[in-house]
């Protein structure tokens, strides 16, 4: 096989990103999609140009010419498809958080083995190439042993009133720099102490301050802010310390990496994540899709975004969110 046809699960703004990124992945034909919402199916399809159109996932996986999924459903509807998909023999990739629940998540895993299809886990933080960079250079042991870590992962207010309604702050966004962090030091987590700040009486709080504590002794602060003014001209202030005991590695992918003044005020758009170029989205996310499919075309197991690593992350911040809840520091076994 020299193409896989996938099919979209879930069509709402990151499904439809999705959708744009695989137009541009030459082994990859956009070949079905799902939604349970007739007209905005309907509009996808058009858009895109794809004739098989389901309402309901389970006859999408009956479909013996498709060979992958992407689910884009809400977190706490990646359970039932994953799994079903897995059964099915797709290939899934299945956007982050991994689920909803340590239990869902785990269960997911279990799926996985033995199935015909791979499981990748969309953490794309994984593809930027600054992150990947500075991986490299602590596996070359270049800045010793990991000792401390700090992150921030701002966006401005005017992105989340929806998004909060959905999910906070802590798991929807600083789980990036979480898996990160397991990433980077190959260690686990045991312990997570969260405060939380609520701004605009949403469901979810507009701010999280996370600190971890990592088995082999080192600590982390991450913060995560969802409510930078609105007039803020950049998409997102991203940065990431890493101190070592021989070096530091310092990664920033903030403004002003690119600045846009037109009539209206200087924006600084994301050029790093799923950039758009004639229609068609690039950056990181293409990459985790070209990732994807060739781990899937050649039969190569996955080692980026493994359901094990993301089952981590989650777990670490659903016990960071515990944490804001009660005040108190949560241990994780």
């Given amino acids: 096989m020299e193409r896989l046809r996938i099919g979209v699960i879930g069509l709402g703004w990151f499904g439809e990103i999705h959708a744009e990124t695989i137009a541009g992945v030459p082994n990859l034909e956009l070949a079905a999609l799902c939604t349970r919402t007739p007209d905005r199916l309907a509009a996808m399809g058009e858009k895109f140009g794809v004739k098989k159109l389901y309402r309901d996932y389970n006859d999408l996986l009956a479909d013996p010419d498709i060979d992958a ?27 982050k958080p991994i689920a909803s629940s340590v239990e869902d998540g785990r269960a997911i895993t279990a799926a996985s083995k033995g199935a015909k299809g791979i499981l990748f886990i969309g953490h794309v933080v994984r593809f930027n190439p600054r992150y990947r960079m500075a991986k490299q250079a602590i596996d070359e042991g270049r800045i010793g042993k990991i000792v401390a870590m700090s992150s921030r992962r701002n966006i401005p207010a005017a992105w989340t009133p929806t998004i909060l309604n959905k999910i906070g702050p802590i798991v929807g966004d600083a789980i990036h720099d979480t898996d990160i962090m397991l990433w980077f030091t190959g260690d686990r987590i045991v312990s997570a102490y969260a405060q939380t700040t609520d701004v605009r009486g949403l469901k979810h709080p507009d701010i999280g301050q996370t600190m971890f504590r990592f088995a082999g002794g080192a600590t982390a602060t991450l913060e995560t802010v969802w409510c930078m003014p609105e007039k803020t ?60 499919a060739d781990c899937a075309i050649n039969g190569k197991p996955v080692t980026i975004g493994t359901p094990e690593d993301a089952t981590a992350a989650l ?10 809840r009660s005040g108190d520091v949560v241990r994780i076994a």
Wanted: net charge negative.
């Fill in 233 to 292: 001209p950049f998409d997102i202030d991203e940065r990431m310390s890493i101190i070592g005991t021989e070096g530091i590695i310092q990664v920033q992918d903030t403004f002003p990496n690119l600045g846009i003044v037109d009539g209206n005020r200087l924006h600084s758009p994301d050029t790093t994540y799923w950039p758009m170029f004639n229609g068609v989205r690039g950056g990181a996310l293409r990459e985790e899709f070209n990732y994807f």
């Fill in 315 to 324: 777990q670490a911040t659903l016990a960071a969110e515990e944490s804001a």
């Fill in 69 to 95: 999924v992407s689910i884009c459903t809400m977190w706490d509807q990646h359970r039932e498809p994953a799994v079903a998909a897995l059964k099915a023999g797709k290939h899934v990739f299945l956007e």
